[in-house]
């Protein structure tokens, strides 16, 4: 819950500016509540052993979102909107170089037999809703390293909950991550768009300040 009230401070600006302070508040408190509703029933995926499970964690707090929006009469191309200025902004605040050094690391030597080991991991396919995923060689030029998603827990999670049309909608933050990040994201194909895999293609870009 701590996590969620965090996010909610980050993005109670962008509900503001939108919306109004009356309406901003009554989301956002309504957010919290389907929240909490929620953590039982979020997905266990291997704990702090898996780096997804954090996401897993941010997706039911998008999720808790969606549902607070959608009881006050928003569509879900509205919401999208929403979170995904929600995102930019809170990403888009200091320290900011931080954010692109830690989006180094997976360049690097570690970082690659990391992303190895995970991937190997995730094809063992001990969790039911986990992602499943391969890492791909760079070419050299076009990008640096890929992963090719096949299975997607986020997917099939907002699957259990009803929440299909809002999967993409989380796909698109995937971008403003890579673009603070320096990873340069490139991505053709989504599972959720009734694609057969989700194919990240990542090149370390410039920061631009």
């Not at 957010?31 to 964690?57: F, V």
């Not at 929006?69 to 191309?77: A, D, F, N, R, S």
């Not at 039911?128 to 997607?152: A, M, T």
């Not at 809002?166 to 053709?188: A, K, N, P």
């Amino acid at each position: 819950m701590a996590g969620f009230d965090l996010g909610a401070r980050l993005i109670r600006g962008v509900a503001i500016s939108r919306y109004g302070e009356r309406f901003a508040e009554t989301v956002l408190v309504g957010a919290r509540r389907e929240y909490e509703l929620l953590i039982p029933q979020l997905p266990y995926i291997g704990g702090r052993r898996n780096p997804l499970t954090q996401i897993m964690i941010s997706a039911g707090m998008f999720l808790a979102l969606y549902r607070a929006m959608k009881l006050q009469g928003k569509e879900v191309e509205e919401i999208g909107a929403f979170v995904y200025e929600g995102v930019e902004k809170a990403y888009g605040l200091p320290p900011r170089f931080a954010l692109y050094l830690y989006g180094g690391l997976s360049f690097s030597e570690y970082g690659q037999r990391r992303a190895h080991e995970l991937a190997l991991e995730s094809q063992k396919q001990r969790y039911v809703n986990d992602w499943v995923y391969s890492v791909v060689e760079g070419d050299g030029r076009s990008f640096d390293y890929g992963l090719d998603f096949v299975e997607c827990g986020i997917c099939k999670f907002f699957h259990t909950q009803g929440a299909d049309e809002f999967v993409r909608h989380m796909c698109r933050l995937d971008f403003i991550v890579s673009e603070r990040m320096g990873t340069g994201l490139v991505r053709t194909t989504t599972i959720a768009e009734e694609e057969e895999k989700c194919d990240f293609r990542y090149k370390r870009t410039v920061l631009v300040r």
